[in-house]
């Protein structure tokens, strides 16, 4: 089994920071791509960032310029989402996304996190 543990969300004022980890455990060998989606109230679940194992990366357009996604340099199986200029839309419960995984036992094509609430006040 794979596990996918964030952490890192909370509030922050309008144009505030907040970076959101996500560690992904279960005897991992590789994984093909992770990223961030978010669903808002009344919402449909949305991709926010996405890394891949070659480290290409993808955004919403509604981030670009504003979140980072990137691996840690020690832990490749760690990835951070650093989050600038919130704005009061970006309020949304984030979720920890993997896909692609290869363990020593299994292969696991989709894997999410529990989530974790960001709550940018306007």
């Known amino acids: 089994q794979v596990q996918l543990v964030e952490s890192g969300g909370g509030l922050a004022q309008t144009g505030g920071s907040l970076r959101l980890s996500c560690a992904a455990s279960?005897?991992?060998?590789?994984?093909?791509?992770m990223g961030w989606y978010r669903q808002a109230p009344g919402k449909q679940r949305e991709l926010v960032a996405r890394?891949?194992?070659?480290?290409?990366?993808?955004y919403a357009d509604s981030v670009k310029g504003r979140f980072t996604i990137s691996k840690d340099n020690a832990d490749k199986n760690t990835v951070y989402l650093q989050m600038n200029k919130l704005k009061h839309e970006d309020t949304a419960v984030y979720y920890c996304?993997?896909?692609?995984?290869?363990?020593?036992?299994?292969?696991?094509?989709?894997?999410w996190g529990k989530g974790t609430l960001v709550t940018v006040s306007s």
């Open positions: 996304n993997a896909v692609g995984v290869h363990t020593t036992q299994s292969y696991v094509t989709d894997s």
């Open positions: 279960g005897s991992i060998f590789s994984i093909g791509a």
């Open positions: 890394i891949t194992g070659g480290g290409s990366t993808n």
